[in-house]
Nanobody
């Protein structure tokens, strides 16, 4: 089974920054659009950002202008740089390959991001 390993979460003050990383298998990474998702308590998991094999990026309206997604093609990782963090960004963040009908493989453990003063 393909492994997805998210890391980099933690506690940060409003207005602060945090960088998340997602390690994926080489085949999954190279052939598919890769994306970040998040889920806050009592809510549905939602799309955050994605990046295609060629580097094309798409962001959810809620994070556009604050978050940046990019690929490290040497290490096979997807990075999410989160700036100007707000309390409403608090959630467990997950990565996955993005398919037309949803994620293409099993979810990893996710990484907790808490924005609070």
């Amino acid at each position: 089974q393909v492994q997805l390993v998210e890391s980099g979460g933690g506690l940060v003050q409003p207005g602060g920054s945090l960088t998340l990383s997602c390690a994926a298998s080489g085949s999954l990474f190279s052939r598919n659009v890769m994306g970040w998702y998040r889920q806050a308590p009592g809510t549905q998991r939602e799309f955050v950002a994605q990046i295609g094999p060629g580097g094309r990026m798409i962001y959810a309206d809620s994070v556009k202008g604050r978050f940046i997604i990019f690929r490290d093609n040497v290490k096979n990782i997807i990075i999410l740089r989160m700036n100007s963090l707000k309390p409403e960004d608090t959630a467990v963040y997950y990565c996955n390959a993005v398919g037309v009908d949803g994620p293409l493989t099993s979810w990893g453990q996710g990484t907790q991001v808490t924005v609070s003063s």
